[in-house]
Nanobody, 127 residues
Framework: QVQVVESGGGTVETGGPLRLSCTVSGLTFDYVSVGWFRQASGKEREGVLCAAWNGDLTNYVDFVKGRFTSSRDNAKNTVYLQMNDLTPEDTAMYFC????????????????????WGQGTQVTVSS
């Protein structure tokens, strides 16, 4: 059974950092690409980034470029989302999604590209 679990959410002040974790079990993690999405209250879920399983490509949405980065630890079956210089506009529920063998090209921001989803972790940035 595949499980995707996010953790690390919380409340942070404007300008502060936060690191989220996404742990995937039930798949051969070495070949799993991971997408991060977020959904603010009353808004649609939007793609934040996609990190390809082989490390060749990470795609970012424009509004997080230069502030958010992704890394992975295959020994722990975990992908990290490091978020810096946070603003209140980053307040949202953050979701992790897994896509085996996906190259993170094309419509990487689309939910259709991902098969397995976590329940989300809340990030709140106070002003």
């Amino acid at each position: 059974q595949v499980q995707v679990v996010e953790s690390g959410g919380g409340t942070v002040e404007t300008g502060g950092p936060l690191r989220l974790s996404c742990t995937v079990s039930g798949l051969t993690f070495d070949y799993v690409s991971v997408g991060w999405f977020r959904q603010a209250s009353g808004k649609e879920r939007e793609g934040v980034l996609c990190a390809a399983w082989n490390g060749d490509l990470t795609n970012y949405v424009d509004f997080v470029k230069g502030r958010f980065t992704s890394s992975r630890d295959n020994a722990k079956n975990t992908v990290y989302l490091q978020m810096n210089d946070l603003t209140p506009e980053d307040t949202a529920m953050y979701f992790c999604a897994a896509a085996p063998y996906y190259n993170c090209k094309g419509s990487w921001w689309s939910r259709r590209e991902y098969t397995y989803w976590g329940q989300g972790t809340q990030v709140t940035v106070s002003s």
